[in-house]
């Protein structure tokens, strides 16, 4: 701030000059405020939390601030709340289902999938998602690929693959249910890295030796000359 004032120079004549001062001398002549602001921190000032906002682990392409939010989507959203039982592959899926009926011009898809993944999380994935690097995700396929590799570790994948590759048919079960059982099991773990003769070779040895038979008939006897 400044004040301009009338003072004699040494020739005995009055010339104006211009004064300044800032806000601390401001608080030297309010002894409340600085006091306020020099208060020695207590014990129980420092041990009591204060809020502060962590910076998001995802960096929104320029496009995001032209995302029309709409909240009835968020109900559609499956979640995921990062249990043993669930299935990442079938939550991806899904949340990728629910975003393709989001129609809007102005946002690529890309952007659209990332501003609505993190409400389909819940409880422990939520936590993980905020736990993340800030600016590490600057992509769907970066966060698909983080999230499957916590939700989804490596000694999951070799336990599917184990199952997939002893898989056998069940006591009363029949041919029709056996091949359904069999494909939600590679639906489970989509990236087995089987290639399909193999998978159909697996399938065929573990058919009880009458359904063998039958694929066998339907054949006409040649079902190891067809093309898989």
Not at 183 to 203: A, Q
């Amino acid at each position: 701030m400044c004040m301009r004032v009338w003072s004699r120079i040494l020739s005995g004549r009055f010339c104006m000059v211009s004064l300044s001062f800032s806000e601390n001398m401001a608080e030297e002549d309010n002894p409340s405020l600085h006091n306020e602001n020099n208060r020695v921190r207590t014990l129980r000032d420092h041990m009591n939390p204060t809020r502060t906002s962590a910076p998001s682990c995802i960096v929104f392409p320029p496009d995001a601030s032209h995302f029309n939010f709409k909240p009835c989507i968020i109900q559609l959203l499956s979640s995921f709340h990062g249990l043993g039982l669930e299935n990442s592959y079938l939550h991806l899926r899904e949340f990728e289902e629910v975003c393709n009926t989001y129609n809007n011009l102005n946002c690529s898809m890309n952007t659209i999938r990332l501003k609505l993944f993190s409400f389909s999380l819940k409880d422990k994935a939520k936590t993980w998602l905020q736990n993340l690097r800030s600016g590490s995700i600057r992509a769907w396929d970066e966060i698909q690929q983080q999230f499957l590799k916590k939700f989804f570790p490596f000694h999951r994948t070799k336990s599917f693959k184990r199952q997939i590759t002893t898989f056998t048919q069940k006591p009363g079960e029949t041919f029709y249910q056996c091949w359904d059982r069999y494909k939600d099991l590679l639906n489970t773990c989509p990236h087995h890295g089987f290639k399909p003769w193999r998978l159909v070779s697996h399938f065929y040895e573990g058919l009880t030796p009458k359904d063998r038979q039958m694929v066998e008939l339907m054949c006409n006897g040649t079902f190891k000359d067809k093309d898989p």
